[in-house]
């Protein structure tokens, strides 16, 4: 899934994003600018202490070295009384140098004056520790920025996207044979006011599709129904005269089936065609129909040695149209019929599912996925490819499933599961 997030949420998170960022390099740049302005007051403050002490000491030769918490003074070569300085640091050059010393940095600054070195050392204690309250409160800034700039936008999204979230209500509740109102009437003519828009058109061109496809389904109701009748009965006024031969009977009999699995089709068809057929839903007796149907298709085994046997351990009724339900159990029955050569169909009828279990020519496991697929066409298939595909499309519709295990050259078990009934 390409977008996984409502756009809410990235709205919110693009803006805490930015947000943090900003207050990240502001915070940056506080904290340097701090560090080297404290670092610059240190410097001076020990190059006005070093020259305060170099005056002193020229007034004073006897004048001891600054020895206090913050500053620590050294002269090289030192008198008996005055301490000396570090090994670490006699040999430094004049200016301003850094050093840690056990636990404690400094800061260093050296002079040279009259033949002697003298030495002063800054304590930076204090100063870190600042640097490190610092360094936490700018953290806090920056999480707390963040999660304002979050908070904030999640509000501010809130109201952005309402116009979008009040198109897609409009739009959701918009039946599709329906044409829409004036979408784009009550939003700013904005980008949603074009997307408002832009589903109006679409609707309206949906709507006219529905109302152009209801026509059709119409006209062939009416025109595609009156010449199969007439040809069921002149099939059944030909199948009538008992003196015509056995095989002018049988493609007799071959016409009239066809005409009465068109009949049915287009049955089927246009009942699909129909949006809402609650109407035409009422209890169906499964157990009749699927009688029914098995003496309907038994023709198709004609003289193989197949044992057809039928088990109903209930009869549950199905709320559905008894055509398209009748289409279904064809279609399943057709198929195991059609390709079982030898062997047996078994036909289970319990409350919950239907069971058809086959010892035919069985179906390729590549081919499994592909046998729902309109106008799919299996390698020993003699049909036009719509049979199961017309019915995933009616269980679709009913809430119920169908699901088929093969085994090429074993047998084929079909099951179809009445959850909507």
């Not at 004056?113 to 360094?135: H, M, V």
């Not at 800034?141 to 996207?161: C, N, P, Q, Y």
């Not at 329906?178 to 006011?193: I, Q, R, T, Y």
């Not at 246009?270 to 209890?283: Q, T």
């Amino acid at each position: 899934m390409r977008f996984s997030r409502s756009l809410r949420f990235r709205v919110a998170t693009a803006f805490a994003t930015v947000g943090g960022v900003i207050s990240l390099v502001t915070a940056i740049g506080l904290y340097v600018g701090v560090r080297d302005a404290g670092e610059r007051l240190i410097d001076e403050t020990l190059n006005a202490e070093i020259q305060d002490y170099l005056s002193r000491r020229s007034r004073n030769p006897n004048s001891q070295p600054p020895a206090t918490a913050t500053l620590l003074g050294y002269v090289m070569p030192a008198r008996q009384d005055e301490p000396v300085p570090p090994d670490a640091i006699a040999a430094w050059p004049p200016g301003l140098h850094e050093i840690r010393l056990g636990e404690i940095y400094y800061r260093v600054a050296i002079a040279d004056r009259a033949g002697s070195r003298y030495f002063l050392l800054y304590n930076e204690t204090l100063f870190r520790e600042k640097q490190a309250s610092l360094i936490l409160y700018l953290s806090v800034f920056v999480v707390l920025m963040t999660l304002l700039s979050g908070g904030l936008a999640l509000w501010l999204a809130e109201r952005v996207i309402e116009p979008v979230k009040e198109l897609a209500r409009r739009v959701r509740d918009v039946r599709p044979d329906a044409h829409p109102d004036m979408l784009s009437e009550d939003f700013p003519h904005d980008e949603v006011g074009e997307l408002a828009h832009a589903f109006e058109q679409a609707l309206d061109r949906l709507a006219d599709f529905i109302d152009r496809e209801r026509a059709f389904t119409a006209d062939v109701s009416h025109e595609l129904r009156t010449p199969i009748a007439v040809i069921r009965g002149a099939a059944e006024v030909l199948l009538a005269d008992e003196t015509r031969p056995e095989k002018d009977r049988q493609r007799i009999e071959r016409i009239e089936r066809g005409a009465a699995d068109m009949a049915d089709l287009s049955t089927a068809l246009l009942a699909m065609a129909r949006e809402r057929d609650d109407e035409r839903r009422a209890p169906v007796d499964l157990a009749a129909l699927i009688e029914e149907s098995m003496d309907k298709h038994r023709h198709l085994l004609s003289d193989r040695p197949v044992d057809v046997s039928l088990e109903i351990l209930e009869r549950p009724q199905v709320a559905a149209d008894a055509n398209l339900l009748a289409i279904v159990i064809a279609n399943l029955l057709r198929n195991s019929f059609t390709y079982t050569e030898r062997g047996s169909v078994r036909i289970r009828l319990d409350a919950q599912a239907l069971t058809i279990d086959d010892t035919g020519l069985g179906i390729p496991r590549a081919a499994l996925d592909k046998v729902f697929q309109r106008l799919y066409r299996g390698a020993h298939s003699e049909g036009a490819g719509i049979g199961l595909s017309l019915v995933k499309k009616i269980c679709d519709r009913y809430g119920w499933s169908v699901t088929l295990d093969s085994q090429e050259g074993v047998g084929t078990r079909a099951v179809l599961r009445f959850h909507g009934g």
